[in-house]
């Protein structure tokens, strides 16, 4: 008899996504005259940069030839990718990250998703309410989160993000020692951004606990604010402490390409039973090259090419569009009385609707055919707000703008 794991029963079932495209096509169905626009995904809308296309197109090429043909690649990614991440991403910053700690995958879901293979069993996790489910539901299925009760697991530790800490909460908030954390700043879905002193903290805490952060840095290239830190390294002593996880998907489009980076310093350590400290990076190596065969090489060499200046400023220019789209969306808002955070340096507004955002999500849906995202699908502390998304048209923007201020007053 073939026994199932059973802790794939315990995932609380995210209805958020269908129960969104249920009401979405009851209302369609309902109205089919209706435009209905969607600033509900999280999924990016703009073409691939023309120098991506190009480095695509000439490694289709290579592709072709005997000489220039590749087959398997190497499974932490090719050298030309994890250099030019290394140089572009960290050191032009002044940050301390080799090519050989850069880990090249098909994206950053995969690697926040597997990196808790590397911890025991029992390890215990802390998580932002509201939160990107795949920190989460990884654990679960893992065995580390007990039973889900009246929407939180048993077993996990939840750090509320609310209008009073700003939504980035602090070692302070933890009412349980802890042995991980995943921090995902600027954020998904708040869009808030964690300041440098904020995060510092977070790492003199892991420093101070041998635990470890978990950062998800997949919406670094929206910061636009000096001063914010791209990555968790700009904190004196990350390095013994964290492990970064980065995106191509919203930097530069490649959310139907496929690539991204997991960054594991040289000497950062996990510890045995008997405590001695062991390096994670080898883990992650023996991780990686077990179950992962690489990146395509067309892909590498398209996201290579994100770092040349042309790529640099195409994408930057292609999220400077979607951060003109939040901006509008945002000043709508404020100028309706709504609190909004969010939507300079992200892609993603947070409204407080003052009230249950199902009923608002319905009311958007029903009286301007606009869809966004109920918060209480992010954790029970996103209860009261929606997540209204930039990646649109200007075109599909302007004309949501103009049907919410109707129905907003
Ligand atoms: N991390 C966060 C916070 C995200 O919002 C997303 C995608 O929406 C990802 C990771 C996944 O990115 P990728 O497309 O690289 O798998």
Redesign the pocket.
């Known amino acids: 008899m073939i026994r199932v794991n059973e802790n794939y029963l315990k995932i609380q079932a995210s209805y958020l996504f269908t129960e969104i495209a249920h009401r979405v096509k009851a209302h369609q169905e309902a109205h089919p005259e209706a435009k209905i626009i969607r600033l509900g995904i999280?999924d990016v809308t703009e073409p691939l940069a023309p120098a991506v296309i190009a480095a695509m197109h000439k490694a289709v090429d290579d592709e072709a030839t005997r000489e220039r043909f590749y087959g398997y690649g190497p499974e932490q990614g090719y050298a030309f990718l994890r250099e030019a991440a290394a140089r572009d991403d960290f050191r032009s910053r002044g940050i301390d990250v080799a090519a050989d700690e850069i880990f090249i995958s098909d994206?950053?879901?995969?690697d926040?998703g597997n990196v808790q293979e590397l911890f025991g069993p029992d390890v215990k996790i802390a998580v932002t309410d509201p939160v990107?489910p795949?920190y989460v539901d990884t654990n679960v299925m893992a065995g580390r989160t007990g039973a889900n009760e009246n929407g939180r697991y048993g077993k996990l530790t939840y750090l509320d993000c609310n209008a009073a800490n700003g939504f980035v909460p602090s070692p302070a908030d933890l009412k349980e020692p802890v042995d991980v954390v995943y921090l995902?700043y600027p954020n998904?879905p708040t869009g808030a951004t964690a300041t440098k002193e904020q995060l510092q903290a977070w790492v003199d805490w892991a420093i101070r606990e041998k635990a470890l952060i978990l950062f998800?840095a997949?919406?670094e290239a929206f910061i636009r604010t000096p001063g914010i830190p791209h990555s968790i390294y700009e904190c004196a002593g990350a390095r013994g402490c964290a492990i970064e996880?980065r995106?191509?998907?919203k930097t530069a489009g490649f959310?139907g390409v496929r690539c991204?980076y997991t960054v594991v310093p040289k000497g950062l350590v996990g510890y045995a039973a008997d405590g001695t400290p062991v390096e994670l990076r080898p883990f992650w190596t023996r991780r990686q090259t077990t179950k992962f065969n690489g990146c395509s090489y067309v892909t590498q060499r398209g996201a290579e090419a994100v770092h040349s200046p042309e790529g640099k400023a195409q994408t930057r220019a292609t999220i400077d569009f979607y951060l003109e789209n939040a901006r509008l969306v945002k000043e709508a808002l404020l100028a309706r009385g709504y609190d909004v955070t969010g939507g300079h340096d992200s892609p993603y507004l947070w409204v407080n609707v003052k009230g249950d955002s199902w009923a608002f999500f319905d009311k958007l849906l029903k009286e301007a055919n606009v869809v966004t995202t109920p918060g209480a699908g992010f954790g029970k502390a996103g209860e009261g707000y929606i997540r209204i998304s930039a990646f649109n048209s200007r075109e599909n923007v302007l004309e949501a703008i103009k049907r919410l201020e109707k129905v907003l007053g």
């Open positions: 999280g994206g950053a879901k995969c926040c990107y795949v995902c998904n998800d997949a919406y996880f995106s191509y998907s959310t991204g």
